[in-house]
């Protein structure tokens, strides 16, 4: 596996980013374009010790945006404020 830090680019926050990071605890982020769905999950699960339970990924414009949706004993509104998104 590859360092957590080289998969993940940076959070992606958009109005829809923050609605479903408060309806359906999901996070939004921008990562490498050749990274797979395990790698992201065992990059976010490293990185902010938490529990992933699903990622979907899909390939924009502006790179390859995947969509972690966390356990229901994480809080992603709680991971948004130690990220800076609020």
């Known amino acids: 596996m590859r360092d957590p830090f080289d998969i993940i680019i940076h959070p992606y926050v958009t109005e829809r980013a923050l609605s479903l990071m408060d309806r359906e605890n999901k996070l939004q982020f921008i990562v490498k374009r ?3 769905k395990e790698e992201v999950k065992y990059s976010i699960e490293q990185i902010f010790k938490v529990k992933v339970d ?3 990924t899909l390939i924009t414009k502006s790179g390859k945006r ?10 992603a509104e709680e ?7 609020f």
């Open 34 to 36: 050749d990274a797979t």
């Open 54 to 56: 699903s990622v979907n």
């Open 66 to 75: 995947a969509i972690v949706k966390l356990s229901p004993e994480y809080s």
């Open 79 to 85: 991971i948004g404020m130690r990220i800076g998104v």
